[in-house]
């Protein structure tokens, strides 16, 4: 770890990062040399999740994509664990770590179970790999971007595969604007995909032997692959039972103010999908909202009063969604476009070279 400064006081202020996604691990990298920094993450590495379809396709693709915490946070502490409870002043985790704070970041994003390591990691996608290459017929179910960019990507790499979406909705990725679910719509038949909408599959009766699958509709799907797409709720039930209970709204988002700090307190902030911020929940939003919380906790670190503080103005409705390695479908405020253009844009790295740049490293090199 290298060389501390302490700040004019003397003291380094304690900050707690809770989440080491795309907002926690970038906001601890920010603050590593002006406060004590801790992150505390079930896992000891930093996943590009947009990057994450294509390393089931492409396995090598997540030596970039999958970074230890340890690379970027070099004057930081990283306990590797699950946070279970706050108090007003401490951070308890499942191994019975107690972490006390000045300062508390909550960025756990949407729930999901991952390996603890980074190379359990990378064989879960070899090993993923490994069974779509076998596969002769995939199931995907859900038409969010996740479901509509794994059958592209599959699609292209494996384009003699049988691949079948099945989506509850009218059509693909309500979110977004009708214009750009149709243009995805089209790509995906284009390379012989089916996609079946308005129709679910009974995903709680399922044995892990299951090949035939029964939609809403009562047709049957033989699939030697399951993936399922259809989201998860954000990561918010460990709060329920201490101070914040009350700052967790219906859908389990955790209601901040305009400078991100959770609604009610000076010192806590939260940041990422776990937030109520109006919104795509967007792994480039979750930056912008790493890098305002940032900067507001330098100006109360520092001493500096409130109204310094930067306001965090909610993004209009724009999304890249990649459709392969060289196509993508991109929605912006008054123009929506598929093809090379936006491809070009997103589909080829994926933002990984970008993100990587963003927390130090570079862009090229795969770690170790």
Same mark, same amino acid.
């Given at each position: 770890?290298?060389?501390?400064?302490?700040?004019?006081?003397?003291?380094?202020?304690?900050?707690?990062? %809770?989440?080491?996604?795309?907002?926690?691990?970038?906001?601890? !990298?920010?603050?590593? @040399?002006?406060?004590?920094?801790?992150?505390?993450?079930?896992?000891?590495?930093?996943?590009?999740?947009?990057?994450?379809?294509?390393?089931?396709? #492409?396995?090598? @693709?997540?030596?970039?994509? +999958?970074?230890?915490?340890?690379?970027?946070?070099? *004057?930081?502490?990283?306990?590797?664990? !699950? &946070?279970?409870?706050?108090?007003?002043?401490?951070?308890?985790?499942?191994?019975?770590?107690?972490?006390?704070?000045?300062?508390?970041?909550?960025?756990?994003?949407?729930?999901?179970?991952?390996?603890?390591?980074?190379?359990?990691?990378?064989?879960?996608?070899?090993? #993923?790999?490994?069974?779509?290459?076998?596969?002769?017929?995939?199931?995907?179910?859900?038409?969010?971007?996740?479901? +509509?960019?794994?059958? &592209?990507?599959?699609?292209?790499?494996?384009?003699?595969?049988? +691949?079948?979406?099945?989506?509850?909705?009218?059509?693909?990725?309500?979110?977004?604007?009708?214009?750009?679910?149709?243009?995805?719509?089209?790509?995906?038949?284009?390379?012989?995909?089916?996609?079946?909408?308005?129709?679910?599959?009974?995903?709680? *009766?399922?044995? #892990?032997?299951?090949?035939?699958? #029964?939609?809403?509709?009562?047709?049957?799907?033989?699939?030697?692959?399951? $993936? %399922?797409?259809?989201?998860?709720?954000?990561?918010?039930?460990?709060?329920?039972?201490? $101070?914040?209970?009350?700052?967790?709204?219906?859908?389990? *988002?955790?209601?901040?103010?305009?400078?991100?700090?959770?609604?009610?307190? =000076?010192? +806590? @902030? &939260? %940041?990422?999908?776990?937030?109520?911020?109006?919104?795509?929940?967007?792994?480039?939003?979750?930056?912008?909202?790493?890098?305002?919380?940032? /900067? *507001?906790? !330098?100006?109360?670190?520092?001493?500096?009063?409130?109204?310094?503080?930067?306001?965090? =103005?909610?993004?209009?409705? /724009?999304?890249?969604?990649?459709?392969?390695?060289?196509?993508?479908?991109?929605?912006?405020?008054?123009?929506?476009?598929?093809?090379?253009?936006?491809?070009?844009?997103?589909?080829?790295?994926? $933002?990984?070279?970008?993100?990587?740049? !963003?927390?130090?490293?570079?862009?090229?090199? &795969?770690?170790?």
């Amino acid at each position: 770890m290298g060389e501390r400064q302490p700040e004019l006081g003397g003291v380094w202020k304690r900050v707690v990062v %809770v989440g080491g996604g795309v907002a926690g691990s970038l906001i601890a !990298k920010t603050l590593q @040399f002006n406060a004590d920094v801790t992150l505390v993450d079930p896992k000891d590495y930093f996943e590009i999740p947009y990057a994450s379809l294509r390393s089931k396709v #492409e396995p090598a @693709f997540a030596e970039r994509s +999958v970074i230890y915490h340890k690379d970027y946070l070099t *004057n930081g502490r990283l306990i590797v664990g !699950k &946070a279970i409870s706050i108090s007003n002043s401490q951070v308890l985790t499942s191994e019975g770590h107690q972490i006390s704070y000045d300062y508390l970041v909550v960025a756990t994003g949407h729930s999901g179970s991952f390996p603890r390591t980074r190379r359990e990691r990378l064989t879960e996608f070899r090993t #993923e790999h490994e069974e779509i290459r076998s596969a002769d017929s995939i199931l995907i179910v859900g038409g969010g971007p996740v479901g +509509v960019e794994l059958a &592209a990507e599959i699609a292209f790499d494996f384009p003699q595969k049988k +691949v079948t979406l099945v989506h509850e909705g009218s059509r693909l990725m309500e979110f977004i604007g009708a214009k750009a679910a149709v243009k995805a719509l089209q790509w995906l038949k284009s390379r012989r995909v089916e996609v079946m909408l308005r129709q679910s599959i009974d995903l709680d *009766n399922l044995s #892990e032997e299951s090949k035939t699958f #029964e939609t809403s509709s009562g047709e049957s799907i033989r699939a030697d692959r399951l $993936f %399922v797409c259809t989201g998860n709720p954000p990561a918010s039930d460990w709060l329920r039972e201490t $101070f914040l209970k009350d700052s967790i709204d219906r859908f389990g *988002n955790v209601k901040v103010d305009e400078n991100l700090r959770v609604k009610g307190y =000076k010192n +806590v @902030f &939260a %940041v990422g999908d776990i937030t109520d911020v109006k919104e795509i929940k967007q792994g480039y939003f979750a930056q912008q909202q790493a890098l305002v919380a940032a /900067k *507001n906790l !330098k100006v109360l670190m520092e001493g500096g009063q409130e109204r310094k503080m930067a306001i965090y =103005k909610a993004s209009p409705g /724009k999304i890249i969604v990649s459709l392969g390695r060289q196509d993508a479908v991109a929605q912006f405020q008054y123009s929506t476009w598929i093809g090379l253009v936006p491809g070009m844009i997103k589909s080829k790295d994926l $933002f990984v070279g970008k993100t990587r740049k !963003k927390l130090g490293l570079d862009p090229r090199i &795969a770690d170790r």
